[in-house]
């Protein structure tokens, strides 16, 4: 019998394994004799297949021989069987009727002629509609499983300190000199659920490289990342590993205080050390010979903490660490203020600041720059490009990628590629390897029609006969040729707006500030229209979102005036546009609740315009990754079609992919667009002005972002001493 799911799967290597487990059970269900099983298979294989219609066909076609096959069988096990009659009868003069081969001995026929129908129409509607609910919702329960797997993983986590002590052993740490730290696995295989991420992959880090690991949303990079933070994979034991996952836990520890407990055995050690000496205090007075033999045991084992302390320079803490977090934009005040006063934000800077401080042998950093403004970007991007060990960064910035990386690591269909060079050489090399292979894949298929044409002409030509079997026996002895790989394409689509008279949207004179007493905006003034294309950049705190909630309405001036015309529809993207979504529904129904008066075929097409296509529009948001979830987002925005956009920090948990439709599709809009980012590239192509946010004030500047982002860093160089 044909195994469905294992045709898909080699043909299809890029297909999700929900949708897979999903048509494999649909396919081999005893109960299923769907005539639509075609149909269905047809629509969800599409999205997996764009670039393989040939393919796609075949595996169809395979199908409906499959199918054809059950239903002959089906029909026959369900067939009536045959009876020996005892005697001859003249079936003239029987007076059976039609229906009485087709039961068990009861004349159905002759039974209801002389019976009226009792059967309620409308309730027997009612119970059919019932029934197929049910078996709808059994159908997509399925897909689901899966990702409520996921979540309840995610939700046992240790602490820091128990993760730290796990994954790097003091001995190991300490007796890592003169030992290779360079990193080479020929074959892992690494899985999460169901869902293959790698599969005899090859990895390969040379110490003190900076590796970029790129790809699309969805395929198992920040998975990757983890299963090496915990030694899933075989790292050796005296490599210490570190992972920027998540901020820290707010409490009142300062933030300072906060970066030197990061290396747990330093702060281990110390304590230590306080340990011994206040026991050694204690046993000053004693003059005995077990007391004496005590304070030698003690001074032996305070020796040993000295000198582990003085091997990892646990001195100078203090001092690193106060540096590290000035660069990342804390200044003095702000080092000495608790852990929970700080935003989600400046905790993510203060988790950065705590692995920097670590210096672990691997760092391992996922998308870094979310969560930081352009400034404290450009300082962290010339601080790495000095950084001694390695790091693995993932990140889909890409001039954070060109500064810092050294090597680009790509990985997709359950492998790793490796280049040499930043992400501008990996592109370059990448578009002509591929240009290369489609060269060579367009050669071979001439070569092998020209063997094939002179096949079919001379075959049965007694003169030329035998060359035409020459030429089989090559054809033959040919390996089966493959066409190239090809990325999918996206494209975003905004809606185009329908032209309203100025003024859209100003700011005059405004002022505002926040309970606190200080001042965060101070005579401001701003006009957006339809044309504009503004990029506002600065400082965390110089109140870049405050401006734009101001514009939103959300927050009202205290001073000055906001005028807005009647008709202007505002399109807002939040930085932390997930707290907008409900994790407890899929994509599909949130859109029909937010936006009723379509159908869910309606819905899911205008998620797919979206990058959401197949059965993850009916997945749980929960279940999404960060990048699905922006896409959401973005669905939703454009069903307001909006006159203006303002955008804060669009490009974060976006794909590269992702990024350029967005930027196409931003490019092609035809409303205002005002956008805080610290995407370098995405701002350079988005915005005509840039504005920068500093001190109270909005002022435009003259020159570009490259211009503004090196001033940050020469001033960055001036004040270090």
């Known amino acids: 019998m044909l195994d469905f799911g294992e045709e898909v799967r080699e043909n299809l290597p890029d297909i999700d394994e ?44 395979k199908l409906e021989a499959f199918l054809e096959e059950k239903y002959k069988d089906k029909s026959r096990n369900n067939a009536p069987k045959l009876t020996r009659l ?62 409520s797997k996921l979540i309840e993983a995610q939700k ?32 892992i295989d690494v899985s999460f659920g169901s869902n293959r991420i790698l599969s005899g992959a090859s990895l390969t880090l040379a110490h003190g490289r900076r590796y970029g690991l790129i790809g699309r949303n969805g395929v198992g990079k920040s998975t990757l990342l983890r299963h090496i933070s915990m030694r899933d994979v075989p790292i050796p034991a005296h490599i210490t590993i570190l992972f920027v996952e998540q901020e820290i836990v707010g409490d009142d520890t300062t933030a300072l205080d906060s970066v030197l407990k990061a290396d747990v055995w330093r702060d281990y050690l110390l304590k230590q050390e306080m340990d011994f ?130 090597d680009i690591i790509h990985q997709h269909s359950c492998r790793l590629d490796y280049y040499r060079g930043n992400f501008t050489q990996f592109y370059a090399t990448k578009s002509e390897r591929e ?13 092998r029609q020209g063997l094939q044409q002179f096949i079919d002409r001379w075959r049965y030509n007694a003169n030329r006969a035998a060359q035409a079997q020459a030429r089989i026996k090559i054809l033959e002895k040919l390996p089966e040729l493959e066409p190239p790989e090809t990325e999918d394409t996206e494209s975003f689509k905004f809606p185009d707006v329908d032209k309203i008279s100025p003024p859209l949207l100003q700011l005059s004179g405004v002022d505002f500030s926040y309970s606190s007493g200080k001042q965060v905006l101070k005579n401001i003034y701003i006009d957006i229209g339809l044309e504009s294309r503004i990029a506002v950049v600065g400082a965390n705190g110089a109140g870049k979102s405050t401006l734009i909630k101001l514009l939103t309405g959300e927050l009202e001036p205290q001073a000055g005036q906001l005028n807005r015309n009647g008709r202007l529809r505002i399109g807002y993207f939040a930085q932390h546009h997930v707290d907008q979504l409900d994790p407890t529904v899929s994509s599909v129904a949130f859109l029909a609740s937010k936006f009723p008066g379509k159908t869910e075929l309606e819905y899911r097409s205008h998620l797919g315009a979206f990058g959401i296509t197949g059965l993850t529009g009916l997945q749980l948001i929960g279940t999404l990754s960060g990048g699905q979830k922006s896409r959401v987002a ?67 500047y003259g020159g570009d972002v490259q211009a503004y982002k090196n001033l940050i860093v020469n001033e960055l160089k001036k004040s270090r001493p």
């Open 18 to 61: 929900t949708v897979l487990e999903y048509i494999d059970g649909y396919v081999n269900d005893e109960d299923s004799l769907d005539e639509d099983i075609p149909a269905v298979v047809r629509e969800l294989l599409g999205s997996f297949a764009r670039s393989k219609e040939a393919v796609l066909e075949e595996l169809l076609k």
């Open 634 to 700: 973005f669905a939703a925005l454009s069903l307001q079609r909006p006159h203006i956009l303002l955008l804060d920090e669009p490009s974060n948990h976006l794909d590269i992919q992702g990024i350029d439709a967005l930027m196409l599709a931003l490019q092609n809009f035809t409303g205002g667009v005002i956008v805080i980012s610290h995407d370098e590239r995405f701002l350079t192509t988005v915005s005509k002005e840039l504005w920068v946010c500093a001190e109270g004030s909005v002022q435009k």
């Open 435 to 447: 240009r290369n292979q489609r060269r060579e894949y367009e050669a071979q298929m001439l070569y």
């Open 86 to 147: 005892d005697r001859v009868m003249d079936m003239s003069k029987s007076g059976m009727s039609n229906t009485i081969a087709l039961s068990e001995g009861v004349d159905l026929e002759s039974i209801n002629k002389s019976k009226a129908s009792r059967v309620d129409l409308k309730k027997l509607e009612k119970q059919e509609l019932k029934i197929r609910a049910k078996i709808e919702k059994r159908s997509k329960r399925q897909p689901l499983y899966e990702g």
């Open 277 to 406: 000496n206040k026991k050694l205090a204690e046993l000053e007075s004693g003059d005995d010979k077990a007391t004496e033999e005590a304070r030698e045991e003690l001074s032996a084992r305070l020796g040993e903490v000295h000198t582990k302390l003085a091997e990892m320079d646990a001195e100078s803490g203090p001092a690193r660490a106060a540096t590290l977090l000035s660069g990342l934009g804390f200044s003095e005040a702000d080092q000495q203020m608790p852990t929970k006063s700080f935003s989600g934000g400046w905790r993510m800077r203060l988790a950065l600041a705590r692995a920097l401080f670590v210096k672990p042998a691997l760092l391992l950093l996922d998308e870094p720059s979310n969560h930081i403004d352009l400034n404290a970007l450009a300082w962290l991007e010339d601080y790495l490009q000095t950084w001694e060990n390695t790091i693995l960064v993932v990140s889909h910035d890409r001039a954070f990628l060109d500064a810092v990386a050294t």
């Open 156 to 187: 046992k986590q240790q602490s820091y300190e128990e993760m730290f002590m796990k994954v790097n052993s003091l001995d190991a740490s300490l007796a890592s000199k003169g030992k290779s730290k360079d990193i080479h696995l020929p074959a």
